[in-house]
């Protein structure tokens, strides 16, 4: 059997060692058209920023590697440029030679990936805007930023003679790469001005979590500017850049970085004539496998089952691409493997800073028509409170209101988020409830957490919250209900709610006449833990009331700025 693979990143080369492990005799040949395999694209914001120094440490594994260990016919410099599903060939032009081949195949696995957007805006392709895929990609950067009146270099890259060390950096795009390159090029010295087309940053986040994400940015010197597009590009005489916008405003920048997203490599599959779905990804089955029986499919130019909503969609991550590679070369060995679907769980750093997202957002479903679910806010400390450096926590986790099911969290932190993301996605991969949460056993040591989890205690307050303990409102939901807070009045002095009637919690049980037992009574506090137990008071003695999720830490981000 001959096993033609195109693409040796990720998914192509998780693929290519996969098979030889289970088939010694399959003649398989890889095929890539840039100069290297197996390499660390998600590690090339940290190359350009100087953590990772060396650009050899990105190459997980060589050519030579491929060759020697595995046996296989690796080539790179070598791109697909034709495909005839019908005889079963491809045609090979390599790079370096101009020669072109033509290879026959008994099964072919597509793994192209996904290309950088780069929309045709005048003058994209001035010298010093950049996109960030492939390790020639960072090199080229740090070969930019590492000019300073080398008029050699500077004549290479500009044409003109009189250019400077880069100091002003626009990133376009607010997405994971985005934000990496943003922190990178600060950690260089630059300043740095993000531009999103979008209302927010960090798009598979929710809005009012992505919220916490811009001000984090701008308390680290970051300008970010959304809801505007760029129109253009310009270069001013000494050779800096100009970046213009639909707006009508204009930045300077001595570098542009291209982070507006990416769109799945599909020209193979035209070719080939497979069927494509509706995202413009490449159609396949739970084994991979195209419209083609013969041909598989895996990686970012795919369509692929989300998990929690069943819908197909296009996500773009490292892990599912190498997981499904591992499952193309099972099915090609003749095993019945089956990819899950994929939950989108992510993760990001951005500064001390840690971003994390695992299952479906709320945006996605009330876009969904899916509204039998409940969202939770909660603020808990990244490890035992009196153990010192505990960190807040900002948690939000939504859940099934029938059933309990668990559907998605977002994390953001400076400590511990790593840890609590990767038990919500296991949970959600497992079909776990809030119920579960509860039950939960992790370890807990005071360096590390607490004896009640942030894990554990997201479960317990929705539980509570199905069990109707404690029944919950919203900042953007609360309707005309009597406002109740109970903090103490030295704290209404940095932040009140306009018509709100203070009673601090120890007082509430005196003063529960003062209170309307004709309408239904909000409970307001720092973070929604002594609103809960107002709220077991209240409605122990006969009163209507629901604890406001997150409290006032919830209302700082929520509610519209």
């Known amino acids: 059997m001959k096993v033609i ?14 098979l030889r492990r289970l088939d010694e005799k399959a003649e398989i040949v890889m095929l890539e058209r840039g100069p290297y395999v197996s390499y660390a694209n998600c590690g090339l914001p940290y190359h350009v920023g100087g953590t990772i120094e060396n650009e050899s440490s990105l190459l997980v594994a060589t050519e030579q590697m491929f060759k020697s260990v595995f046996a296989i016919d690796c080539r790179t410099n070598c791109e697909v440029t034709g495909i005839s599903a019908e005889k079963k060939t491809v045609e090979i032009k390599n790079h370096i030679t101009g020669e072109v081949t033509t290879e026959n195949y008994d099964k072919l696995v597509l793994s192209p990936g996904a290309a950088p957007i780069r929309p045709p805006l005048p003058g994209i392709d001035l010298p010093g805007i950049f996109s960030v895929r492939t390790v020639p990609d960072a090199r080229h950067i740090r070969e930019w930023l590492d000019r300073e009146n080398d008029h050699s270099v500077a004549n290479a890259f500009t044409g003109i003679d009189t250019v400077s060390k880069p100091k002003h950096a626009v990133v376009v795009g607010g997405g994971f790469i985005g934000l990496e390159m943003v922190e990178n090029l600060v950690h260089r010295g630059m300043e740095v001005t993000l531009i999103e087309k979008l209302n927010q940053v960090m798009p598979p986040l929710d809005p ?18 959304l809801n505007d597009g760029v129109a ?5 005489p000494n050779g800096s850049l100009e970046v213009g916008t639909e707006k009508g405003k204009a930045y300077p920048a001595d570098i542009v970085i291209l982070a507006i997203g990416v769109k799945p490599e599909i020209a193979l599959a035209k070719m080939a ?5 509706e995202r413009g990804g490449i159609c396949v089955d739970a084994h991979m496998v195209t419209s083609d029986p013969d041909i598989l499919a895996v990686g970012d130019a795919i369509e692929v089952m989300d998990f929690v909503t069943g819908q197909y969609t296009l996500i773009p991550l490292a892990g599912p691409a190498n997981r499904q590679g591992r499952i193309a070369a099972d099915v090609i060995a003749g095993r019945d493997s089956r990819y899950r679907g994929t939950q989108g769980t992510s993760i990001c750093q951005l500064f001390e800073g840690t971003i994390a997202q695992t299952g479906a957002t709320e945006k996605v479903l009330v876009r969904l028509g899916m509204n039998d679910f409940e969202k939770i806010y909660i ?3 990244s490890h035992a409170g009196y153990y010192p450096g505990a960190k807040m926590l900002v948690v939000k986790v939504l859940f099934r209101k029938t059933d309990g099911m668990l559907l998605g969290a977002q994390i953001m932190g400076e400590e511990g988020v790593p840890k609590r993301i990767d038990s919500f996605a296991m949970a959600i991969q497992m079909g776990c409830t809030i119920y579960d949460l509860e039950e939960a056993e992790l370890c807990y040591a005071p360096p ?8 554990n205690f997201a479960g317990m307050v929705a539980a509570d919250i199905l069990r ?6 919203h900042w953007n939901t609360l309707g005309d209900g009597f406002l109740l807070d109970v903090r103490n009045p030295t704290e209404l002095a940095a932040s009140s709610v306009p018509g709100a009637l203070n009673i601090p919690l120890p007082e509430l049980r005196a003063r529960l006449g003062e209170l309307p037992r004709d ?8 973070s929604a833990q002594r609103a809960y137990f107002a709220t077991r008071i209240l409605l122990q003695n006969g009163f209507k009331a629901r604890n406001i999720s997150g409290g006032m830490m919830s209302r700082s981000h929520t509610m519209a700025e």
């Open 208 to 225: 009012e979590m992505a919220l916490i994400v811009k001000h984090y940015m701008e308390r680290k010197g970051v300008r970010v500017e």
């Open 519 to 526: 309408r239904e009574i909000l409970l307001i506090c720092r």
């Open 5 to 18: 693979i195109v693409g040796g990143v990720a998914g192509g080369a998780s693929c290519a060692a996969r």
């Open 379 to 381: 603020y808990p400390n």
């Open 273 to 277: 004539g497979l069927d494509l779905g």
């Open 232 to 236: 253009g590009f310009s270069q001013t």
């Open 448 to 455: 590390y957490g607490s004896a009640k989890d942030p894990v």
């Open 468 to 473: 109707g303990d404690m029944p919950i409102a």
